[in-house]
């Protein structure tokens, strides 16, 4: 069983930046694309940056929402996710969830979707507030 643990929200000024992280202890090996998926009050779950194994070039993918102010990345053995988020804006606020799959994926690029990843962390309040 994967555990997925994020850190590193909190509250933060309009045009500042946070920087989350997730762990997924020793699978390594068996982890292929991790993500972050993130939900509002009131809204639904929206997906927000994905990332392949390194072992298949590490490609990154961004919603438009985030895309130039968000980095997705992980570490060199694959077990540690990041997002390093920078310009915030009030709009950023919700809960930001870690996720991952052990199933090998057909597609060379990180999947957008909620059903392409079947571990999902507890989540961590990110709140853009003056």
């Known amino acids: 069983q994967v555990h997925l643990v994020e850190y590193g929200g909190g509250l933060v000024q309009p045009g500042g930046s946070l920087r989350l992280s997730c762990s997924a202890g020793?699978?390594?090996?068996?982890?292929?694309?991790m993500g972050w998926f993130r939900q509002a009050p009131g809204k639904a779950r929206e997906f927000v940056a994905s990332?392949?194994?390194?072992?298949?070039?590490?490609?990154?993918a961004y919603s438009d929402s985030v895309s130039g102010r968000f980095t997705i990345s992980r570490d060199s053995a694959g077990n540690t996710l990041n997002l390093q988020m920078n310009s915030l804006k009030p709009a950023d606020t919700a809960v930001y969830y870690c996720v991952a799959s052990r199933i090998e994926p057909g597609s060379p690029t990180p999947a957008p979707d909620i059903w392409a990843y079947e571990y999902w962390g507890q989540g961590t309040q990110v709140t853009v507030s003056s």
């Open positions: 020793d699978y390594t090996s068996s982890i292929y694309d």
């Open positions: 990332i392949t194994g390194l072992g298949r070039g590490g490609t990154t």
